[in-house]
């Protein structure tokens, strides 16, 4: 799960983690550019979107892949329903929390790039806003796993910060370096094969 301001570096992040772990890389701001033409960001708009996000999530657990939930994960209440759905499947939730100052997540999230892949989707946010995000953020508290990583850094130094707290949480053996990582240790494997079955599911969406 991704905590963070707008602009932090959610994105950037999860893209390439998911690369590196071979993890299904569910992106919220993409779910809503291609079912929205054009984005109203209400109530009914953002219960649509998290929806799906959360049955995409439980489709790919149930078919043993990891998840990267790449989504503000901004409320405690929304993380502990996340907690539960990892849980009923059989997978450890671990949130990503990106710090970065709030001037410079505010001048990122103002002047995106749709060129480039991680702002292809993303939202320019005025300032309005973008206080209203970051006030109502609640912070990820002692009793929940969270790793801590720099938004400023490069993603070599974040990924070897969330290799760590997977290490020390268990998910992933301490012979498995940051440059040859396949599968953490969360994911349900096939009986006696050492891989994953990725025919099991297969989710598109539709507008």
Known sequence: MMYGYPGSGKTYFARQLCENFQAAHLQADKIRAELFSEPRFDKQENDIINSLMNYMSEEFLTAG???VYDMNVARSGQRRMLKSLASKNGATPVTVWIQVDQETAYLRSTNRDRRKTDDKYAVNWDKKHFHQITTSMQKPTTSEDY???SGKHLFSMQQSAVVRKLRDLG???????????IKPGMVNLIPNSGRVDYSRRNISIRQ
């Open 65 to 67: 892949m990891s998840v």
């Open 147 to 149: 790793a801590v990583i």
């Open 171 to 181: 998910l992933i053996s301490s012979d498995q370096t940051n440059d040859k990582i």
